[in-house]
Structure formats: structure tokens, C-alpha cells
């Protein structure tokens, strides 16, 4: 079963191709990152538009590296929610028209759960990446944590899940991205905070954690405006002062200090409800997925208080990508889940899990 998976809900264009659900023969990303990085954050009309140019080649490319014809492709998985309208059409029309024109079933994949699927690719003949020996068991408990996704889910077996909690406001990779914005770090926040942080005091000053009602749920936009007041603070101003003008006014010591506290207290946030979890349920695997999943700070946290090793494949796959949309296609085909109609298939920007 070779399944071809398309991806455009972001900033990445994104093609791969995954045999038998376990095996990754080809990836290919574009990424229109650098042309959002002047504003701090995604600009969706760039992002689509970027998607446009980068699709065909990006899709061609993925076949060409995988030595594979159409032919040999047995159906095709796309990426139709969450995520930004426009981002998601490229991707979805795109689709539609090559199972179309191939006559290949089409899968419409969430994306929140495709990340997860990353984990369970264990077999590449592709130099530079590090992958599991073995795909993660049921009943998984996963972190979901990205730039646009902050959830807690407990899958009992493929296509069998509960949502545990997810975050009300910012997802923990926007909250990383809107503080490296305030710091002066470059976007996106997740890497450029983490680097600054080995720099700086993990325990500087003091950060709120925010308390919610429902057990797993998160909440990550008053802890962003704790480190704005923090950081006016550090600057002798009060809340008054323009945020623009910070990373001008902080010295590097102190930008780094700013790094490093908000970074512990924004992953411990995640990790105290993952363990919480790990400790009501007693999954048999703990996987993490999504862009934040890359982040060694999470790793290292993780490390220290789950009583099991926890599961998470190369950096490169936890960042958005075709190869867990492919994934998690070759797992609707294989247990023989409903195909899409290719003459109908809709985007869902606001999909939940
Ligand atoms: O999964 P992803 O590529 O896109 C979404 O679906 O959102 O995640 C992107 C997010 C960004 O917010 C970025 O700052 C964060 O993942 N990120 C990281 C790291 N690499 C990317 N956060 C922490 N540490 C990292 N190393
Ligand atoms: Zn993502």
C-alpha cells in the first residue's frame, strides 16, 4: 500500500510518499517561511499564494525521489482541516484533481491527527533522518503541541479517540512565536527562544500558570501577557510602553532570562497535564507530535518526570509535512475506512478532533 500525502494547511507545502504506514520512501518541503518572518508570524494571503507556485513541483518532486510512477501510487491522502482557508484549498483542489485524473481513492485527513502519525514511521532508506525502531502501542497517549494546536488526546486504537483537553486561546508554538516577537528573536519563536534560553536563568522571576476548569485543558495568553508586563517591567516602563520598542530597550542578559523562564514554565504547563493523564489512564506509550515536539527543553522534561520513555520521531516529521498525512492514509486504506469524493471533498478550517 504506497500512499501519497499532501500538505498545505500552513506555511509548508508539503509532499511525501509512505508505504504500508511504516515506511517513509520520500519527502518534499517547501516552506514560504522566510517571506512571513518580516511580520513575526504567518501572513495567509502569502501563504497561499506561495502554495500555488510550490504544489506541482513539490509533488513531482516527492514521486521522482520515491522512483515511483503513478502507477505504482495506490491512493492519495490530503490535508483538508485545520487550518487556513486558503492555504487548505491548494492543497485539497490539488488533490481532487490527481484522483481524479489517476482514478486513485482519496483520503481527507485532519491534520491535529496526522501529527500523531508521524510516530509511527520506523523504516527509511533516506539519509539524515532518526526514526523509531518500532511504531508506538495502544492505548497512546499523545502531546499535541504546534504552532496552531495545543492538545491532550488518548487513542485507544487507529480511528479511536478521545480529545482529553486543548488549549482556549494560543496554541504553546504561537505563545513561543509571540514572545520571541516581543524579544526581538527572529520567527519562528519555538527554535530562536529555545537557543536564547541556554543563555539565560530558567527561574529569573515569576510566571503565572493559568488554572482551568477542565483538568487538560491549557490556556497560553495570559502567561504571553505576563512576559510583556515582565519585560516592561525589567525596562523600568509599565504596560504603556509599546511593545515595538522592547527588543530595543532589553539588554541581552535580560532577553535571554525572558527566553529561558518562559520557556520552562510554558512546557512545564503541557508536561504537568501529560502527566496528569499518564497517571489516570497508564497509556502503554506516550508519544509527542506537532512542531513543538522538537523542542529539547520538551524532551528533556519529559525525560525527567514520565516513569516511561516517552516516544517522538526526527525533528524533521514534527514539524508539519506530507509524510504523516501519508501515514495516516495508508491506515485509512489498510483498515478499509470510507474514501472521499473527489467532486465534493470540502475544506474544514476550524476541524476539531
Ligand atoms: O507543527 P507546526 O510546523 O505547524 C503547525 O501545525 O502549527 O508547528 C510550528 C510551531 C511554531 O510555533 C514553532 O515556533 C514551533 O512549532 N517550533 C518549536 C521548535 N521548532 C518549531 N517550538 C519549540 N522548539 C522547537 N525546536
Ligand atoms: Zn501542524
Redesign the pocket.
Known amino acids: 500500500m504506497i500512499v501519497l500525502g499532501i500538505e498545505s494547511?500552513?506555511?509548508?507545502t508539503s509532499a511525501a510518499l509512505v508505504k504500508d504506514g511504516e515506511e517513509l520512501l520520500s519527502v518534499v518541503v517547501a516552506t514560504s517561511m522566510d517571506l512571513h518572518a518580516q511580520y513575526g508570524g504567518v501572513v495567509p494571503e502569502i501563504a497561499a499564494r506561495s502554495h500555488i507556485e510550490a504544489i506541482i513541483p513539490v509533488i513531482n518532486e516527492a514521486i521522482k525521489q520515491a522512483q515511483l510512477t503513478w502507477a505504482a501510487i495506490d491512493a492519495i491522502a490530503v490535508t483538508y482541516g485545520a487550518?487556513l482557508g486558503g492555504s487548505l484549498l491548494v492543497g485539497v483542489l490539488t488533490a481532487r484533481t490527481l484522483a481524479i485524473i489517476y482514478k486513485k481513492p482519496l483520503y481527507a485527513i485532519n491534520?491535529?491527527e496526522g501529527?500523531v502519525y508521524a510516530n509511527f514511521l520506523v523504516k527509511t532508506a533516506l539519509p539524515d533522518f532518526i526514526l523509531p525502531k518500532y511504531p508506538p502501542k495502544f492505548p497512546l497517549l499523545a502531546l499535541i503541541?504546534?504552532?496552531?494546536?495545543s492538545q491532550l488526546v488518548l487513542f485507544r486504537d487507529h480511528f479511536d479517540y478521545t480529545l482529553l483537553g486543548q488549549t482556549h486561546d494560543d496554541?504553546?508554538?504561537?505563545a513561543?512565536?509571540k514572545v520571541?516577537k516581543i524579544i526581538g528573536l527572529p520567527?519562528?519563536?519555538?527554535?530562536?527562544?529555545?537557543k536564547k534560553a541556554l543563555e539565560g536563568n530558567n527561574y529569573a522571576f515569576s510566571l503565572p500558570k493559568a488554572r482551568m476548569q477542565s483538568k487538560y485543558d491549557f490556556s497560553f495568553s495570559g502567561l504571553k501577557t505576563a512576559v510583556l508586563r515582565a519585560a516592561q517591567e525589567m525596562v523600568g516602563h509599565d504596560y504603556s510602553l509599546p511593545s515595538y520598542e522592547l527588543p530595543g530597550l532589553l539588554n541581552d542578559a535580560q532577553k535571554a532570562d525572558i527566553a529561558a523562564t518562559f520557556?520552562r514554565v510554558a512546557i512545564e504547563t503541557v508536561v504537568d497535564k501529560a502527566i496528569s493523564a499518564y497517571n489516570e489512564f497508564k497509556p502503554v506509550n506516550v508519544v509527542i507530535?506537532?512542531?513543538?515536539?522538537?523542542?529539547?527543553?520538551?524532551r528533556k522534561q519529559l525525560a525527567e518526570r514520565l516513569p516511561i520513555a516517552v516516544k517522538y520521531t526526527d525533528?524533521k516529521l514534527?514539524?508539519?509535512?506530507g509524510a504523516m498525512i501519508a501515514t495516516l492514509g495508508c491506515y485509512y486504506a489498510m483498515l478499509g475506512r470510507p474514501s472521499a469524493d473527489p467532486y465534493t471533498l470540502e475544506i474544514a478550517p476550524n476541524l476539531s478532533m
Open positions: 494547511s500552513c506555511d509548508e487550518g491534520h491535529v501529527h503541541v504546534s504552532g496552531g494546536h496554541a504553546i508554538g504561537e513561543f512565536d520571541a520567527y519562528p519563536g519555538g527554535p530562536s527562544v529555545g520557556q507530535a506537532g512542531g513543538v515536539a522538537a523542542s529539547p527543553e520538551l525533528p514534527c514539524t508539519d509535512n
